[in-house]
């Protein structure tokens, strides 16, 4: 390919006439998407942050993020106008974008390791709802195994303290066999949702299962058995029970992570050392000597959680 080209799936941009190509046909497209389109194929379907965009596409400019919003929407219209149902641009929420290439291999476990090393997951408690399997065999069931997904992500969106992946952003791994913590690596959350629906006669089975991506692990499993009547009362019905048993299940698996998660500054786990008499005293007296000891921890290690929790208790007003 000459260096004035760049290709990916049924794409081909040509640089020096500054045309994309699909299929060998002309696809209509706005220069500043085109220049947005070039940097995401340069990366090699790597993810590009949205500041790198921005210093690629408008250097020496300061825009407004949602200026990259409204071409990446129109590029995205350009490459995914429904002619293959294939999604070959994916937000990564809070990160930036990447392309997608169903052409290219993916890469073998051994190969992948060097990258999940350096996976850095969301800073925010994050889940994305896989598509779920259709087990019954029956091309029909395919709507109902993804309206269940819908479902699901708008119930889970509800819960303000997480952030949810989009349909468009998961969609990509519909049938096709890729291990848990390679997609939360590619996504960047830490939670994973996935499940299967198997459909005999007119009863139905749903399993979900509830995965943390950096891990691997299985935090919480169900199944459902359901009479298939009123498909929309059956979906509502099931996405109460999933997103219900979620919400608590993550929070959980997220208390227990901040419980793991050691001092990096030994004069601030020092610090909280002295604070845990006067803490556990119960004691608004004692409160007041802790609470500068909490304090000065927070200064030298500011994400330090145990010293939040422990200042959080001595300023409590029931023991103030």
Not at 99 to 117: I, K, T, Y
Not at 145 to 158: F, K, N, P, Q, Y
Request: hydrophobic share 40%.
């Amino acid at each position: 390919m000459a260096q004035n080209a760049l290709s990916f799936g049924p794409f081909r941009i040509d640089l020096h006439r500054r045309e994309l190509m699909r299929d060998g046909s002309r696809v209509k497209i706005g220069s500043r998407a085109l220049d947005i389109l070039c940097v995401l194929a340069s990366a090699k379907c790597e993810l590009v942050t949205k500041d790198e965009l921005m210093a690629r596409v408008w250097p020496n400019f300061v825009v407004e993020e949602n200026n990259i919003q409204v071409h990446v929407s129109a590029l995205r219209k350009a490459l995914d106008n429904g002619q293959t149902g294939q999604i070959h641009l994916v937000t990564i929420p809070g990160r930036g974008y990447r392309l997608v290439d169903f052409n290219a291999p993916r890469p073998a476990a051994e190969g992948a390791q060097d990258s999940l090393s350096s996976f850095v997951p969301s800073p925010r408690s994050s889940i994305a709802v896989l598509p779920f399997q259709n087990m019954s065999g029956d091309p029909e069931q395919e709507y109902f195994a993804d309206g269940m997904v819908d479902e699901i992500i708008t119930g889970l969106s509800r819960i303000k303290w997480l952030s949810v992946i989009s349909r468009n952003s998961t969609s990509i791994y519909k049938n096709r066999p890729i291990a848990i913590k390679h997609i939360a690596h590619e996504l960047g959350v830490r939670y994973l949702l996935e499940g299967g629906v198997r459909k005999v006669g007119n009863r139905i089975r749903i399993t979900v299962q509830l995965i943390e991506g950096q891990t691997d692990a299985h935090l919480w499993a169900e199944q459902y058995d359901r009479v298939l009547e009123d498909v929309f009362a059956l979906q509502d019905e099931i996405t109460m029970c999933v997103v219900g048993a979620i919400e608590p299940s993550v929070r959980k698996a997220e208390i227990e992570r901040v419980k793991r998660q050691r001092p990096t500054n030994l004069n601030a786990y020092d610090l909280v050392l002295r604070s845990l008499p006067f803490v556990l005293g119960h004691v608004p007296k004692d409160s007041e000597a802790a609470i500068p000891l909490l304090e000065d921890a927070l200064k030298l290690q500011p994400d330090y959680a145990a010293a939040h929790a422990f200042l959080a208790r001595c300023l409590h007003p029931s023991l103030r």
